[in-house]
């Protein structure tokens, strides 16, 4: 079981940016694929960006490319999302992933075992 705990969410203007983080523990001794997904009212979760256990690969989904950066401290079990030139349709919950269930990286939500919480991300006009 792997408990994921996210933090840096808030609120911002249109063009700013924002950090997210988030600690993985629980009973795994190694690295783990991880990720972040969004969920805005009355929309579809959707991924936004995932890596994988090395660090090595990874994806994003095409409206956040240039402007998110995914990056993995295997050190301290942590994933950072750093969120450039924030937009309004950037406004959702934000969950960190973990723990995938298949051998591809995927931005699929049935591909990760693990969920945090959520963390708010709120982008005004």
């Known amino acids: 079981q792997v408990h994921l705990v996210e933090s840096g969410g808030g609120s911002v203007h249109a063009g700013g940016s924002l950090r997210l983080s988030c600690e993985a523990s629980?009973?795994?001794?190694?690295?783990?694929?991880m990720g972040w997904f969004r969920q805005a009212p009355g929309k579809e979760r959707e991924g936004v960006a995932a890596i994988d256990s090395e660090g090595i690969v990874i994806k994003y989904a095409d409206d956040v490319k240039g402007r998110f950066t995914l990056s993995k401290d295997n050190t301290k079990n942590t994933l950072y999302l750093q969120m450039n030139n924030l937009e309004p349709e950037d406004t959702a919950m934000y969950y960190c992933v973990a723990g995938c269930a298949v051998p591809i990286l995927t931005l699929i939500a049935p591909d990760f075992r693990y969920w945090g919480q959520g963390t708010q991300v709120t982008v005004s006009s």
């Open positions: 629980g009973t795994t001794s190694s690295p783990v694929c």
